[in-house]
């Protein structure tokens, strides 16, 4: 299995400029293929492949000298980027690929890191004391703070802020999957509830951006008000990249933590998979659900899942919250009505307890019908 690695790098000020140099020329790399690729279809109907972008841009480095000051893989990686979004846009994973503004690009790929068979360096290594190495760069100051385990696949650099990090892909040896039906548990997640399980625990949900709202939206008002382009300008949006940096880690951290427990704890785990994409567009949920980080803890699941040698099953969403998980009787009713009460057979739940209960259930039937 592959796993991602992410460790803090330290460039100096001179490294820092060449690393965002490098990418400004990734990025406007991907932006002159896309409009030759756009430009090749209208014209004559032609398909411009990778392959094609690659036999241009060796041309483009006769013409453009500076080109070659970045390393070749990072920008023949550029075009493997490109064609990833248009096989995206045409399964309709995702909307049609833009232009990218600096905001939007801010990572670049090595596909090869160490030290090869005939015993030479490829473009990223580790040195002798174990810092990064680019002939180019230099000695680049790395916080090791867990060991990396595996054989190293590749290596993407990404600014983020003011902060740069060395993520590494490693290949390691997958676990065989060992099913225990006697230890499974449905998740249900929610807004009220960040998750509700089968067993009866429950998670609150944190809300980090509703609780960061009120500052966030100050320092966006200031940022209206100032002149866009000025040095005041450019500190203040600096200050709110700031805010949403500081949102989005806290809900990395959380989400990181109850799905490694979670993981830790049981060999089958149930969740819904829902299609968040269209839940998003509800305008009254849109923004608490987005915070929440629906999809980021269910990937975060399906990889820790497989690294602890468990399984995740994602089951149909229909009516997990109406019917009744105790004689599947269908109880219709409204999200704002949080408590389930079967006439029928008299049970009384919590509506995200029963529906947890009703995922549970749905997996083991999957089970059976898998074994």
Partial sequence: MLVNQKYEIFPNEEQKKMLDRWLQYCRQTYNSALLDKERKYRKNKEN??????????????????????????????VFVRLKKA????????????????????????????????KGNRMAMSFSDNGKLFNTKLGEIDILLHRPLEGRMKQLVLKRQGKRWYAIFCVERQAIPTSIDSNNAVGIDVGLNKYAVLSNGLEYDNPRFLRKKEKQLKKAQ?????????????????????????KVANQRKDFLHKLSYN???????????????????????????????????????????????????????????SQDCSCCNNRVKKSLSIRTHI???????????????INILQKAKEELLVIN
């Fill in 48 to 77: 411009y492949n990778r392959y094609d972008m690659q036999r241009q841009q060796t041309l483009d480095k006769k013409r453009y000298p500076f080109l070659k000051e970045v390393p070749s893989q990072p920008l023949q990686e």
């Fill in 86 to 117: 248009f096989d995206s846009f045409f399964r309709k994973d995702t909307k049609y690929p833009k232009q990218k503004k600096y905001k939007d690009y801010t990572s670049m790929t090595f596909p090869q890191f160490g030290i090869n068979e």
């Fill in 221 to 245: 008002r200031k940022l209206s008000k100032k002149k866009k382009g000025s040095a005041n300008y450019i500190r203040q949006v600096q200050q709110v990249r700031q805010f949403h940096e």
């Fill in 262 to 320: 979670l993981a830790k704890d049981y060999s089958v785990i149930a969740v819904e998979n829902l299609n968040i994409r269209n839940m998003v567009r509800n305008r009254k949920l849109s923004k608490s659900i987005s915070d929440a980080g629906w999809g980021m803890f269910r990937n975060m699941l399906a990889y820790k899942c497989e690294k602890n040698s468990g399984v995740l099953i994602k089951v149909e969403p229909t009516f997990t």
């Fill in 342 to 356: 079967c006439k029928k057979c008299g049970t009384v739940l919590d509506r995200d307890y029963n529906a947890a």
